[in-house]
């Protein structure tokens, strides 16, 4: 059971706007900022939104973050096949005194 | 060329140890928190420990894996003890982003397998 709730599975068609929610609490959430992370089957991890809204160098536009409350949305518009991968939120814990990760989104483009 | 690279990983039994070592190359390591996330098969993302000026560990781990760096080596380290089966699993090193967000990790090294088994 992750302490990030992320829903197991997402899908949309090419072209479409698909969003995956992640909701915690406030301990984690609530008071600190949200990272995205998409993983490609069989490669490492890479970060793909910072600091809730933020695009690091390279990721498209097409990607974008926000956060409210304690909950956190990845919103990808225009999707293309080659978006169909696996999709983590993550946020520090004050109470854990650690990260903690969603337990990820499997985005299928239909 | 900014690059992590992770060794160490195997198979080992239950109760054993294990040292993972990770190189990092274009940067300095000692300018940077690092930490180690795991990913057991067919799973999610777990992070496990970071260090900074101080280390912090997720509980599960605590009092068996040890994280630590050699800034001389540009290297960063996890000792892990008394293995479990569920400690099978692809570790990563990490960078931590410079910002103040802890959970922003910008350079992830390709990962070493860890097989606990007898």
């Known amino acids: 059971q992750s302490v990030l709730t992320q829903p197991p599975s997402a899908s949309g068609t090419p072209g479409q706007r698909v969003t995956i929610s992640c909701s915690g609490s406030?301990?984690?959430?609530?008071?600190?900022?949200v990272n995205w992370y998409r993983q490609l089957p069989g490669t490492a991890p890479k970060l793909l939104i910072s600091?809730?809204?933020q695009r690091p160098a390279g990721v498209p536009d097409r990607f974008s973050g926000s956060r409210s409350g304690t909950s956190a949305s990845l919103a990808i518009s225009g999707l293309q096949s080659e978006d169909e991968t696996d999709y983590y939120c993550?946020?520090?814990?004050?109470?854990?005194?650690?990260?903690?990760f969603g337990g990820g989104t499997k985005l299928t483009v239909l | 060329q900014v690059q992590l690279v992770e060794s160490g990983g195997g198979l080992v039994k239950p109760g054993g140890s294990l040292r993972l070592s990770c190189a990092a190359s274009?940067?300095?390591?000692?300018?940077?928190?690092m930490g180690w996330i795991r990913q057991a098969p067919g799973k999610g993302l777990k992070w496990l420990s970071i260090?900074?000026?101080?280390?912090y560990y997720t509980d599960s781990v605590k009092g068996r894996f040890s994280i630590s760096r050699d800034n001389a080596k540009n290297s960063l380290y996890l000792q892990m003890n008394i293995l479990r089966a569920e400690d099978t699993a692809v570790y990563y090193c990490?960078?931590?982003?410079?910002?103040?967000?802890?959970?922003?990790?910008?350079?992830w090294g390709q990962g070493t397998m860890v097989t606990v088994s007898s």
């Open positions: 990490v960078r931590k982003a410079v910002g103040i967000s802890w959970s922003a990790f910008d350079i």
């Open positions: 274009g940067f300095t390591l000692s300018d940077y928190y």
């Open positions: 260090i900074s000026d101080d280390t």
């Open positions: 406030t301990s984690n959430i609530g008071s600190n900022s």
């Open positions: 600091i809730n809204d």
């Open positions: 993550a946020a520090w814990d004050d109470t854990l005194n650690g990260v903690v």
